[in-house]
């Protein structure tokens, strides 16, 4: 059996293509502000990679922000229901994911089936999702790809207390008038996010086993301060990116975990 | 996704009904000078059987649904919201009581005439100003109401006014004592009303709009506790549309007549036929607090699903009046019989029966309403709860997170999502649905 997973986020659109629930192929291209356009190329793309065409698939869910702007699909589905079966899916033990990605910051408890129990996602807000990071890292001057890393070099922690982006880059600038160092404003905006999101992730109770996914998982400097603040380590898993389309694509396919 | 039909449904035949009730409230208030009448403004929840007994020709305004009215109306909102913020109000207030000042504040009335017919303001009338009212009968349980109007009064170039202090605790805890406190509060009342509209007053009419408050009030809960039914009878979104006549005007006998006379016989029939509000009913929420007047297309949006929201303790017990039953179930409060001899018996009775509305016996304790609102869950046979984190309303929703924790706690899966009744600039529509997907996947409803 053949299927599509194809999650339309507000920033990067990612497909995954499962064969037999194997990955066989996938995609990941810029939205953009012709989300329709960049969907197709993306879909393409991930066909092409496969050695397919869109007549061998089974069956297709798109799920994310975007998810009626999918080319073609059978279904959609919510994208807390996909994070939480893609991350079953690449850890069992998971029962708690959180998903970090450019608009949203997701928590969701989950069983061993990867079935939602309780999710949590924050609003109106993007102090908590990877748009921080990027308008963050812009007041910063520092390539966004690089926040992580700098971040590690910090040698003092500054808190941050704005809670919303807009006020977050004036406080930024005062820092930058206060002579605080790169790293070390760069750590105080990871924590920050980490606050918010650990904040969020509370509210509906965690346990050992949290799978961390979504873009901004691929922020080192972010995953210590979630580290710190929820006191354990998460589990990243390869390009975290994927996951949502994954959960998506095992969806069409009707997997369910604990099997 | 569309789930397919399991019961018969049918439109309710009082529909009509209750909405030319409704549209002649207004209009009688706007009209009342015109046929020598007098205007009162004053709260949904204020004991407004005391005004009538100034006479059958004077006619209130409610703030709380009047501003539910102009919420329902986004670019009059606006207005009104921006108004009341130009004026130096900040936007975490009240935001039925920022949309209420600002339709003073800009003179434009959600009413008006279009080809002699009176009709809302967005639908065509032609602009009036806001109806100024002859004086101010209000009471004081929610954090805001009495200072509300205080500013109408100032705004309103010094209406008199008169509040009642009825928060006086839980009614288990209840005494003698609380309800003369009370009861001596409305006996100056009437001294106001009377040296204030020079009218005398009749304690006749006192009588039977008490006598309008019961009936109103018990069968309004009758007919919810009917949705108890699986199909249930109501969904919310029609809900909203009967409830509302108990804020407008609680005491007055058109009220009280449709509740006792309309609805309740068509609710009963309806449920004796399995005639069901959503058709293809699977599932069964309920929700809390004011709901985002401008997007109830959002309880439409969960009939696709095949889910219904059954009301909630927000519409249920803000007008309805209940009681536990012999056999422990929650069910409409029996209607006290008697008759009334004096006026401060009469009062007595009106206030002891009053004291007991659900929706103020959480403002002395987020516990007593969890413990409503888990009652409701189970004997209406919820598969979960949705949550308004309203920021329009603090009374209502202070200790809403603690109701989600207890509701879980109980078994019951909740879904939270952040708004505003009455300040639609608070709300995500498209974030709310995601959020409404995602939860009626974890109902199993995907």
Redesign the interface.
């Known amino acids: 059996m053949i299927t599509m997973g194809i999650d339309l986020g507000a920033k990067f659109i990612k497909v995954v293509i499962l064969k037999d629930n194997k990955i066989i192929a996938k995609s990941n291209v810029l939205a953009g502000f012709e989300v329709d356009k960049s969907a197709q190329k993306a879909v393409d793309n991930a066909l092409k990679d496969a050695g397919i065409t869109k007549d061998n698939l089974d069956k297709v869910i798109s799920t994310g ?1 975007g998810e009626k702007l999918a080319p073609f699909y059978d ?7 996909c994070d939480s079966l893609g991350a079953v899916y690449l850890h069992p033990a998971a029962r708690s994911v959180i998903d970090v990605g450019a608009e949203e910051g997701r928590g969701m408890r989950c069983d061993e089936t990867g ?7 924050n ?2 807000c993007a102090a908590g999702a990877g748009a921080f990071t990027e308008a963050m890292s812009r007041a910063l001057e520092v390539k966004l790809e690089d926040l992580g890393d700098l971040s590690l070099k910090a040698t003092e922690d500054i808190p941050m207390n704005a809670q919303c982006t807009v006020f977050a880059e004036s406080e930024v600038v005062t820092m930058v008038h206060n002579n605080v160092s790169k790293a070390n404003m760069a750590k105080a905006v990871h924590d920050a996010m980490a606050s918010r999101i650990t904040s969020m992730v509370r509210k509906i109770g965690f346990n050992k086993d949290v799978v961390l996914v979504g873009g901004v998982a691929n922020n080192i400097g972010f995953v210590g301060s979630l580290n710190k603040d929820l006191g354990l380590k998460v589990v990243v898993p390869k390009e975290p990116e994927f996951v949502g389309a994954l959960g998506a694509a095992l969806a069409a396919a009707g997997w369910i975990g604990g099997k | 996704m569309e789930q397919e039909a399991k019961y018969p449904t049918e439109k309710l035949k009082c529909w009509q009904k209750a909405k030319d009730i409704r549209m002649k409230f207004y209009q009688d208030y706007v009209e009342a000078h015109d046929k020598g009448g007098l205007r009162w403004a004053g709260g949904a929840w204020t004991f407004d059987a005391i005004p009538a007994g100034l006479g059958d020709d004077v006619y209130p305004i409610t703030s709380e649904p009047y501003s539910a009215t102009i919420a329902f109306d986004k670019k009059l909102s606006l207005e009104c919201m921006e108004a009341t913020e130009v004026k130096g109000y900040p936007r975490d207030l009240c935001s039925y009581m920022r949309n209420y000042w600002g339709s003073i504040i800009t003179d434009k009335f959600a009413f008006g005439y279009k080809d002699g017919e009176f009709v809302p303001r967005f639908q065509g009338a032609k602009p009036i100003g806001f109806p100024k009212p002859d004086f101010i009968w209000q009471d004081h349980i929610c954090c805001s109401h009495a200072k509300w109007y205080q500013v109408v009064s100032d705004l309103e170039g010094g209406i008199p006014m008169y509040t009642v202090d009825n928060a006086v605790g839980p009614s288990h805890e209840l005494t003698d004592s609380k309800i003369k406190y009370v009861v001596e509060q409305l006996k100056d009342g009437i001294k106001f009303l009377e040296k204030t509209t020079k009218r005398d007053y009749d304690d006749e009419l006192l009588y039977k709009a008490i006598r309008n408050h019961f009936v109103s009030t018990s069968k309004w809960a009758e007919a919810c506790a009917l949705n108890k039914a699986i199909p249930a009878p109501l969904d919310e979104k029609s809900i909203y549309s009967l409830y509302v006549l108990g804020t407008l005007q609680k005491a007055g006998k058109q009220v009280a007549d449709f509740y006792e006379k309309d609805l309740l016989p068509e609710v009963q029939d309806r449920v004796k036929r399995g005639i069901a509000a959503v058709p293809n009913e699977s599932f069964r929420v309920m929700s809390d607090t004011q709901p985002p007047w401008s997007f109830l297309s959002i309880f439409r949006y969960l009939e696709k699903f095949g889910c219904v929201s059954i009301g909630s303790l927000y519409t249920f017990g803000l007008i309805g009046q209940w009681e536990v039953k012999k056999d422990g179930t929650w069910g409409a409060k029996t209607i006290p019989n008697m008759e009334f001899s004096s006026r401060d018996q009469a009062l007595y009775e009106y206030v002891k029966y009053e004291l007991h509305k659900p929706e103020w016996q959480h403002f002395y304790s987020c516990h007593f309403k969890s413990d409503l609102m888990i009652r409701i869950a189970k004997e209406w046979k919820l598969s979960g709860v949705m949550l308004h984190y309203n920021r329009g309303c603090e009374g209502l929703t202070v200790g809403i997170a603690e109701n989600r924790l207890a509701l879980l706690d109980a078994g019951f899966p909740v879904m939270a999502f952040e708004g505003n009744n009455a300040d639609e600039r608070e709300f995500d529509e498209a974030r709310t649905k995601a959020k409404i997907n995602a939860f009626m996947e974890t109902l199993g409803a995907k």
């Open positions: 922000a279904e959609t589905k919510s994208v807390v229901g079935k939602i129990l309780d999710f949590e996602v609003e109106k």
